[in-house]
DNA sequence: TTATATGCAAACCATTTGCAGATCT
DNA sequence: AGATCTGCAAATGGTTTGCATATAA
């Protein structure tokens, strides 16, 4: 390996300055984080960490995830349209302001950075006064690779990356049904 | 009573139209949604209506706001910095597009209209291309209220509403504390 | 009369926590 | 050695669901 290893290191520097410890859980965790290019959920990185050490416990990993949030090196968002889950974002790390596209269909994250929005939030405060500490935009569509795929085959239902389960909430049926 | 009657039968109508009916519970959730000038989950409606016609279930409350969420009569949201639960929101009906403010100390929310917010969408389409079919931006911040408070008193913890309990994750013990 | 809704209790699932034993420094 | 972690299992809390009964149309 040897990706992002600064990254990590870093991590690990600020982690012994708080007088946490670098363990191996840790460390693998961190590598697996190191190599996402989506959102993942901690179940999600919970299966990927595991295939290095099987005996890798969830609660470890939660755990994990909520120290590298409070040190802000994990970010945190809930999506509409899925099960209530947390997703957990690397790249805040990276890019302390950056923001979130989710497409309905291929159910893909797209990060884009927004400037503009100080404009709004300066908007707010000269409406409302008070201040803004922070913001969570979300926007919710089809993507472009989607969108063309409807556009050429007509809005079937297309959803390679759907997530199925309870909490969908399909019909919330109230009863017998018909 | 004869507060947003108009309202009520509306939804009334636009439920038989759709082959439901309308309950003594329904029209009581309904009732409470309508008197509701804050965002409260499932328990607080529950609670509240409750006082009314004490045998009224949970259950039948949370069917109710999925119906209601399905036929564009409440919105949802959940907030940062709390139990993870959903919020209902009353006003989408009125304001289809509007948006989320949270004071971090009082959690009063401050609902704001953005059309700045069109710019941004157009901005991200023109980058990333797809389409935009809805968008939520929530702030987080300091209310005018509470920021005079701090202003005034220093920043101790002032926080008259605050929801305290699991999932507040105070310090996310990881074994044996010092 | 009969499809639809309710209450209840149980299930579900994401997340947290207590504790005994293992591990880092 | 001693504080800090981990794994495990159990608890927690929000939300959903199956089913028998009650109710609106």
Redesign the interface.
Known sequence: MGYNMDWITQVAERLRATGGRMTTQRRLILETLAQCTDHPTAEEIYQRARQRAPDLNLSTVY?TL??LE?LGVVGTQ?F?GER?Q?RFDPAVSAQPEHHH?R??LCNTI?E?P?P??E???Q??IT??????????????????S??QKVETYGPLSFNPNAITGPHE?PS?S?GRAS
């Open positions: 755990r909520r120290w409070d809930r509409e209530p947390e596209f497409c309905r797209i884009f927004a503009l929005l404009v709004l939030k908007d707010f409406h409302y006064g008070g201040t803004i500490e922070s913001a969570s935009l979300i926007f919710y569509g089809l993507c472009e989607c969108l909430r919330h109230t």
